[in-house]
C-alpha cells in the first residue's frame, strides 16, 4: 500500500514536471505544445550527450555532475523550446486555432524524427544509472536517488510558482494570460514574454529528461510521447494553466496510474490514464483547481 | 483561411491562372478514376496492384477525415482508432464467427457510429484543442486495448481474413476497391455541398455566428465527427480484407497522423486536394525508398511549412456555391 502511494509519488513528479511547461504555455497563449514531450526527450538526449562527453572528468561521483549537467541541459532545452516557437509558433500568431494545432504536430514530429535521424532508432543506455541504497520508509522501499530526484523535482516546482507569482515577469505573464491586447497597451513586450514562458516550461521538461535517464537508465527518440500526453492529462486534472493545480494534477495523476496498475495489470495502465482524462473532462473539464473559462471570441 | 495566391509577375500570373481553372474545371475527378481504373492495364504486378490498393485505401481515409479536419474544422488526431474500429469489427465476425465480410458491414456501421458518439459526445462541447488531444489518446486506448485483448488476437493481430466477396482475385478486390473508394469520395463531396455541409463550414468559420443562426454547434459537430467515423470504419474493412490480416501495429499515432498530413497537404476541406494529397502521400515513399529515414522528419517540417506558407493547401477549397445552389438547398425541409 504506502509502496504504491511512494511509486504513484515518484512517477507523478515527473508528471508535474512535464505538466507544468505544457500548463504554463497553455494559460498563456492558449496553444497546447504537441512538441513539449518532445522537449523532454531532447533534455534526454541532451543530457546524455554532456554526460557521454564529460564521462572522464568526473571519475565515479554521479551526483554532482548529474546536477551540472541538469542545470546545463535546462538551459539548452529552454533555448530550443524558444527556437521552437520563433519559428513554428509566432508567425502564426492570430491564426485560426487549427493551424497552430496542426504546426505543433508538425514540430514534433520534426523533433522526434530529427533526433531518429542524429541518434539512430535503438535506445541508448544512459551513462549514468542511479539505483542503490534502499530505505524503509513507512513500510515502503525507497531509494536514496528516488528521494533526491523528487526534492530537485518539488524545488524546480516551487521555484517556478514563486518566479510565476512574485517577479515582475511573472506579472506579465498573467497579465497576458488575461488579456494580450490589454497587456499590449500596458507596455509588456508580449512576444519576449511568452519566449520567457517557453524557455521555463522547455527548461522543466529537459530537466525531468535529464532526471527520467538517470533513473530509468534508457532513452529512445519516441519516449517523448507518451509523457507529453499524460503531462497534458495531468494538466486537464489540476486545472490547466493553474499551477498549483498541474502540480497537484501530476501527482494525482502518478497516484491513480500506480493504483490502477496494481488493479488492472501493467497493460491496462495507459488505458486507464487516457480513461481518467476522457472522465475528467467529462464531468469537471476546468480541472480540479482550474476556474471556469469560456473560448474566447 | 487566406486569400489564394496572388502572382507578381506576369509568367506567374497565367501559371496562377491555369491552376486557377484547373482548381476549378469538373474534369480531374473523372479523369483520375478512369487512370484508376485503367492502372491494371498499364501494370498489373502484385507490387503494383498492392499499392494502387493501398493508395485507394489512404485516399478514402483522408477523405473521411476532411469531413471533420476540413470541413468542420476539428483536429482528429486519433483517426486510426476509427480505422481500427472498422478492420477489427470485420475481422473478428469474419474470422471468428465466419461471417461473410459484406455482412459485417451493418455492424461496422453501427460499431463506428458507437464510437463516434462514445468519443464526440463528451468532448465536442469542450475547447477545439481539447478535442485533438482526447482524439489522440482515444487512439491508443483503441490501440492498446486491441493488443491486450484475446478476442483480437493481442500484438499479433487476426488472420485469415476473406476477401470481400470470399477469396477473390487481386484485380477484382481491386477494382471493387476503386469503386468504393470513388463512391465514397462523391458521397463526401455532396455531404460538403449538402445543408449540412454549409452547417459545417459555418461552424467552423464562426460558431458563436452559427448558434445564433439556429445551427445547433454541438449536434453539428457530432454529425461530422460521426461521418468521419462511419468513413474511416469501412475503410478499415477494406483494409483487413485486403491485407487479410490486422494487427494492431497498423493503427499507431503516426498513421493517423500520416492521414492529417494527406488532408492538410492536399488542402483542409477540398477533396480534390485531399485526394492528391493522399495519393502522393502514399506513392512518394515509394519512389523515394532510400530516403526512409528522412520520410518522418520531413512531413513534420513540410506540417509547419504548409501552415506558415500555404495554409490552404496544394488544391485549395473553393465555394462553388452559387446563390440558386443555397436557394434549392434551403427548400426541402423548414425547420422551426
Not at chain 2, 476549378?24 to 492502372?39: I, M, N, Q, T
Request: with cysteine.
Amino acid at each position: 500500500m504506502s509502496q504504491l502511494i511512494w511509486n504513484g509519488l515518484f512517477v507523478g513528479a515527473f508528471y508535474s514536471l512535464v505538466a507544468l511547461g505544457y500548463s504554463m504555455v497553455y494559460g498563456i497563449i492558449k496553444l497546447l505544445n504537441f512538441a513539449h514531450g518532445d522537449l523532454y526527450m531532447l533534455g534526454a538526449f541532451a543530457g546524455f550527450a554532456m554526460l557521454g562527453a564529460a564521462g572522464g572528468v568526473f571519475g565515479s561521483m554521479t551526483l554532482l555532475p548529474l546536477l551540472v549537467v541538469l542545470v546545463l541541459t535546462m538551459a539548452a532545452t529552454g533555448l530550443a523550446g524558444v527556437a521552437l516557437e520563433r519559428v513554428a509558433y509566432r508567425p502564426l500568431r492570430g491564426a485560426p486555432r487549427l493551424s497552430l494545432l496542426i504546426t505543433a504536430v508538425g514540430a514534433s514530429f520534426a523533433l522526434e524524427y530529427g533526433m531518429h535521424l542524429v541518434a539512430g532508432a535503438d535506445p541508448r543506455v544512459y551513462p549514468v544509472r542511479l539505483g542503490g541504497t534502499t530505505l524503509d520508509l513507512l513500510g515502503a522501499r525507497v531509494t536514496v536517488q528516488q528521494l533526491v530526484l523528487v526534492l530537485i523535482a518539488v524545488a524546480l516546482m516551487i521555484v517556478l510558482n514563486v518566479l510565476v507569482t512574485r517577479s515582475r515577469e511573472g506579472r506579465a505573464m498573467r497579465a497576458i494570460a488575461l488579456d494580450p491586447r490589454a497587456a499590449r497597451l500596458m507596455g509588456i513586450d508580449v512576444d519576449a514574454v511568452i519566449s520567457r514562458a517557453f524557455f521555463l516550461g522547455s527548461a522543466l521538461a529537459g530537466a525531468a529528461g535529464v532526471m527520467a535517464g538517470a533513473y530509468y537508465g534508457k532513452i529512445d527518440f519516441l519516449m517523448g510521447f507518451l509523457i507529453g500526453l499524460k503531462a497534458f492529462t495531468a494538466a486537464v486534472i489540476g486545472g490547466i494553466g493553474n499551477i498549483p493545480g498541474t502540480m497537484l494534477g501530476g501527482l494525482l495523476l502518478g497516484l491513480l496510474e500506480s493504483f490502477g496498475t496494481y488493479w488492472l495489470g501493467g497493460e491496462w495502465r495507459d488505458v486507464f490514464a487516457f480513461g481518467v482524462l476522457i472522465l475528467f473532462l467529462t464531468v469537471r473539464p476546468t480541472g480540479l483547481l482550474g476556474e471556469r473559462v469560456t473560448e474566447r471570441v | 483561411m487566406s486569400a489564394p495566391g496572388t502572382g507578381g509577375a506576369s509568367g506567374l500570373d497565367r501559371v496562377s491562372g491555369f491552376a486557377r481553372g484547373l482548381f476549378d474545371s469538373r474534369w480531374p475527378g473523372p479523369v483520375l478514376l478512369l487512370a484508376a481504373l485503367l492502372g491494371p492495364f498499364v501494370n498489373a504486378t502484385p507490387y503494383a496492384l498492392n499499392l494502387m490498393t493501398t493508395t485507394a485505401i489512404s485516399v478514402m481515409l483522408a477523405v473521411g477525415l476532411n469531413i471533420v479536419v476540413g470541413y468542420c474544422g476539428l483536429l482528429d488526431l486519433g483517426y486510426a482508432a476509427f480505422f481500427a474500429v472498422g478492420a477489427y469489427t470485420s475481422g473478428v465476425l469474419a474470422t471468428r464467427f465466419d461471417w461473410p465480410l459484406l455482412a459485417t458491414v451493418p455492424v461496422v456501421l453501427v460499431a463506428t457510429v458507437i464510437a463516434g458518439i462514445v468519443i464526440g459526445g463528451p468532448t465536442l462541447r469542450l475547447r477545439s484543442d481539447y478535442l485533438a488531444i482526447v482524439t489522440l489518446g482515444f487512439g491508443e486506448i483503441i490501440r492498446i486495448t486491441a493488443n491486450n485483448l484475446d478476442v483480437t488476437g493481442g500484438p499479433s493481430g487476426i488472420h485469415g481474413i476473406p476477401g470481400l466477396f470470399g477469396g477473390e482475385d487481386k484485380v477484382v478486390f481491386y477494382y471493387a476497391t476503386v469503386v468504393i473508394v470513388a463512391l465514397a469520395v462523391i458521397g463526401a463531396a455532396r455531404l460538403g455541398r449538402s445543408r449540412i455541409g454549409r452547417a459545417w463550414r459555418f461552424v467552423r468559420e464562426d460558431e458563436d455566428a452559427a448558434a445564433a443562426m439556429g445551427v445547433s454547434p454541438y449536434r453539428v459537430k457530432l454529425a461530422a465527427y460521426i461521418a468521419g467515423a462511419v468513413w474511416g470504419g469501412l475503410a478499415g474493412v477494406l483494409f483487413g480484407a485486403h491485407l487479410s490480416a490486422v494487427s494492431p501495429g497498423s493503427f499507431r499515432f503516426l498513421d493517423s497522423a500520416l492521414i492529417l498530413m494527406a488532408v492538410v497537404l492536399g488542402g483542409m476541406g477540398s477533396n480534390p486536394g485531399v485526394v492528391l494529397g493522399a495519393i502522393v502521400l502514399a506513392v512518394l515513399p515509394e519512389a523515394l525508398r532510400d530516403l526512409v529515414d528522412w520520410q518522418y522528419f520531413v512531413f513534420g517540417v513540410l506540417l509547419i511549412l504548409v501552415m506558415l506558407v500555404r495554409p490552404q493547401g496544394l488544391w485549395p477549397a473553393r465555394s462553388r456555391e452559387t446563390p440558386q445552389d443555397a436557394a434549392r438547398a434551403v427548400r426541402p425541409e423548414v425547420r422551426a
